[in-house]
């Protein structure tokens, strides 16, 4: 497909589980964002990846929030010991420019993540 | 720090009507800011963006945007709204140093029959 991946699409867990959520950018896209959005809420920066690091993490709200995107493409955000504050609808982004401001950002569809 | 304000969480037309969703931001640099529209179950999708050129910008199906610096704002505008425009719309600013985007809260739109 053209277009940004997230998998899985939903998830439920239990409070205290690690779930992994997944994102398979554009191809050749270098950017690849993450951002939160809560019930009714505008959705939040997490962090930014240029190819395989880390550009900007400040949004994570914990050290419980971690990401990785190990070789410059697919991305997964992991969340541990998972509290019912973490339920939200985690969107991904890629953008085909070195994090010039300007460039469209492509949204995928979003995980939604229900703790229980 | 850069922020957005949309004002109304919540915008009723009646269709064929004038549709007007607001967005103000704060900034101490020039933005770069962007409409984006989200339909249930669906990603967001972007309508258009300002880059510091013509302050009137066109986006895709029929809606435009016009930056005003003396303002602070980039209030989003439709002619005539259809049924099919019915979904939440969200502006955005992008920091000059970096690609993230910073969100207003949401406008949702409905269209009346």
């Known amino acids: 497909g053209a277009g940004v991946s997230q998998t899985p699409s939903n998830k439920v867990t239990e409070k205290g589980k690690y779930v992994e959520l997944r994102c398979d950018p554009i191809?050749?896209?270098?950017?690849l964002y993450w951002y939160r959005q809560s019930l009714g809420q505008g959705p939040e920066f997490l962090i930014y990846f240029q190819g395989t690091g880390a550009a900007d993490d400040s949004g994570l709200p914990n050290d419980r929030f971690f990401a990785v995107r190990p070789e410059g493409s697919v991305s997964t955000l992991k969340i541990q010991r998972t509290e019912r504050g973490d339920s939200a609808v985690y969107l991904c982004?890629?953008?085909?420019?070195?994090?010039?401001?300007?460039?469209?950002?492509?949204f995928g569809p979003g995980t939604r993540l229900t703790v229980l | 720090a850069q922020s957005v304000t949309q004002l109304g969480s919540h915008v009723s037309v009646s269709e064929g009507a004038l549709v007007l969703l607001r967005c103000n931001y704060s900034s101490s640099v020039p933005p770069y800011l962007f409409w984006y529209v989200q339909y249930p179950n669906q990603g967001l999708q972007l309508l258009l963006k300002?880059?510091?050129?013509?302050?009137l910008v066109k986006g895709i199906n029929g809606f435009e945007a016009e930056f005003k610096k003396s303002e602070t704002s980039f209030h989003l505008t439709k002619p005539s709204a259809h049924m099919s425009d019915a979904a939440e719309y969200f502006c955005?600013?992008?920091?000059?140093?970096?690609?993230?985007?910073?969100f207003g809260q949401g406008t949702e739109l409905s269209v009346k029959p």
């Open positions: 955005a600013v992008s920091e000059p140093q970096g690609g993230k985007l910073i």
């Open positions: 300002y880059t510091s050129a013509a302050t």
């Open positions: 982004a890629s953008s085909s420019s070195l994090g010039t401001a300007y460039n469209e950002q492509f």
């Open positions: 191809s050749g896209h270098t950017a």
